[in-house]
């Protein structure tokens, strides 16, 4: 997930999370190396059926764990459907370094994949081994990022999109005026200005809101609570906290210092959507985060790329918004650290071709009914 930053989200992971990614991950990624999917004694590639490797920069927060966790799902499922011979997850085993990952992408090469889905540490550094990827004739899907690699194809979530899912809703949900605060991304990144813009671009379409307080939350909901309750005693009333997805931290601060927590921007996860179901939170609060699901989709796009079909080089996919009227949907299908994620079929995928070629409205998948 492209948190506000070049860099993925940072928020440190618990240790009951780690258990979680290492149980959840054993099986078809390893422990940081990778290892094939599937039958690990059977795993040679089955003739005529494609190897498809997917390269993560990092794994250490719920975010990119729900990310793998639906690959491996999807991809254990294509297998089982004659659609490919072999899978292999790879996870760089530091804090997002693109040094890691263009070294674990180079020994992916060396095992000949069909296709490559990389979920990038940088936007520009891996730009020499994916182009000696695209000449080694391995079809390239960056997902989750922008990537400056021509051969790649992209797909991701706006950030437009994701600041003005985060703002609007809350904003009318308060009834249009009211105090406010900012809980800001990492600030001097790219991605973070794109959201900050458009954030103050919402909000100068509410002359009746005021900005009371501007934090840097990190996107991350730990950083976010000691911001906000650092300036609490200084902002009498509060009706909102535009954040990015730091939502539970935000309540945090509010009930630590004695406050009634506000409309707030939850995070996507199933611990922040049954925490604002159970307080009965009714007051325009909201969760959106970008979709961890992009890699499913990157597994639809390869096949097609592999077939022969033609897919656009670059694809934007709907944002995932959590509002009120589906909360308790979402929230009845995620485990706490599980975050919400599309549920790309490769019919939907396709339709979403056809949207993107045709310049129509992106397809909305729907909400999810049971576990995924």
Known sequence: MRIPSTSPRRRAAAAASLATAVALLAT?????????????????????????????????????????????????????????????????????????????????????????????????????VIQQ???????????????????????????????????????????????????????????????????????????????????????????????????LSSVPTVDGVIGCGDGYGVAQAFTTAGKPVPAVTFETNGRALNYWKDTKLDNGSVAVMSDPGQSVAALWAALDLLDGKNVPQHMTLPIVLVEQKDRDAWAAVLKPDQYAAWPWTRELFQKQVEASKSGGAPVQPPVPTTAG
């Open 28 to 128: 078809a990624c390893g422990s940081g190396s990778g290892s094939a999917g599937g039958d690990a004694g059977t795993s040679a590639k089955r003739p005529g059926k494609p190897f498809i490797a997917l390269s993560n920069g990092f794994i250490g927060n719920g975010w990119r764990q729900t990310m793998v966790a639906s690959f491996e799902t999807a991809a254990k499922q294509a297998q089982a459907d004659g659609l490919i011979g072999k899978y292999q997850t790879v996870n760089a085993p530091g804090d997002n370094s693109a040094t890691e990952q263009i070294a674990q992408i180079k020994s992916l090469l060396l095992q000949k994949p069909d296709a490559l889905l990389i979920d990038p540490a940088s936007p520009t550094a891996l730009k020499p």
């Open 133 to 231: 990827a695209c000449t080694a004739g391995v079809k390239v899907v960056v997902f989750d990022s922008a990537i400056d690699a021509p051969c790649a194809h992209v797909i991701q979530n706006s950030f437009t999109d994701w600041a003005t899912d985060a703002a609007k809703p809350l904003l009318d949900g308060i009834g249009g005026k009211g105090n406010v605060i900012v809980s800001r991304g990492v600030v001097g990144s790219q991605p973070e200005a794109e959201m900050h813009k458009a954030t103050e671009e919402i909000l100068a379409k509410y002359p009746d809101v005021k900005t009371a307080a501007t934090v840097n939350g990190m996107c991350d909901g730990a950083t976010a609570q000691k911001a906000v309750l650092g300036v």
